[in-house]
């Protein structure tokens, strides 16, 4: 796997990553990527709640359309 010399952009400390850096993306050592990468999953969950509410809100509409399909059959 080729390494290529960087700057942390957070950090500022020299790393190297397993690839080119590129100067339109930011460039994390590690220890950095690791602290980024928890933000961003934290952030993830935390959007998903109202997704959550409303899928439940679905759910619970089908159930009740189910039962008054299910009791006209009968």
Do not use: W
Request: with cysteine; aromatic share 6%; hydrophobic share 25%.
């Amino acid at each position: 796997l080729e390494m290529f010399p960087a700057i942390c952009d957070k950090c500022k400390k020299k790393c190297e990553v397993p690839f080119k850096p590129s100067p339109d993306k930011p460039i994390y050592c590690s220890d950095c990527f690791e602290k980024v990468d928890e933000k961003r999953t934290e952030k993830k969950s935390c959007d998903m709640s109202p997704l959550k509410e409303e899928l439940s809100n679905i759910s619970s509409k089908l159930d009740t359309l189910i039962d008054l399909l299910s009791k006209k059959k009968k």
